[in-house]
C-alpha cells in the first residue's frame, strides 16, 4: 500500500553525473526495503541497487559499483540513486521499487519510471 514516484531522468553526456529521486507516498516508508532497477527497450529489467530500512545496508549490480551509490531520508520519503561517470550502456529506463519484507516473492511496489539518456 505505497505508491511511488521517479524523478530527475535527463539527457547527459558520457562522464556526467546524475541524482535520481523516488518519493513515496502513504505512512510507514521506513518498513520498506527500497531498490533501482533499469530496463532497456526490449530487454529485461534489471536490478540495479537496493537499500535497507535503516538505510544502514546497500547492494549494487557489479555494472555499477563504484559509480552509483543509494541512500533514503526516511523523514523525506525519499530513496536517491547517485549515478557517476556515467556510460552509455547506462541508458535506460529507471524504476523505483518497494520491498515489504513481512510479503515474500520480491519487490510489491513500483514506480512509473524516469528515462535516463547517456550520450558519447
Known amino acids: 500500500q505505497v505508491q511511488l514516484s521517479e524523478s530527475g531522468g535527463r539527457l547527459v553526456q558520457a562522464g556526467d553525473s546524475l541524482r535520481l529521486s523516488c518519493i513515496a507516498s502513504g505512512r510507514a516508508f521506513s518498513d520498506y526495503a527500497m531498490g533501482w532497477f533499469r530496463q532497456v527497450p526490449g530487454q529485461e529489467r534489471k536490478f540495479v541497487a537496493a537499500?535497507?530500512?535503516?538505510?544502514?545496508?546497500?547492494y549494487y549490480t557489479d555494472s555499477v559499483k563504484t559509480r552509483f551509490f543509494i541512500s533514503r531520508d526516511n523523514a523525506k520519503n525519499t530513496v536517491y540513486l547517485d549515478m557517476n561517470n556515467l556510460r552509455v550502456e547506462d541508458t535506460a529506463i529507471y524504476f523505483c521499487?518497494?520491498?515489504?519484507?513481512?510479503?515474500?516473492?520480491?519487490?510489491?511496489?513500483w514506480g512509473q519510471g524516469t528515462q535516463v539518456t547517456v550520450s558519447s
Open positions: 537499500i535497507s530500512m535503516g538505510g544502514a545496508d546497500t
Open positions: 521499487a518497494a520491498d515489504d519484507p513481512q510479503i515474500l516473492g520480491g519487490y510489491e511496489y
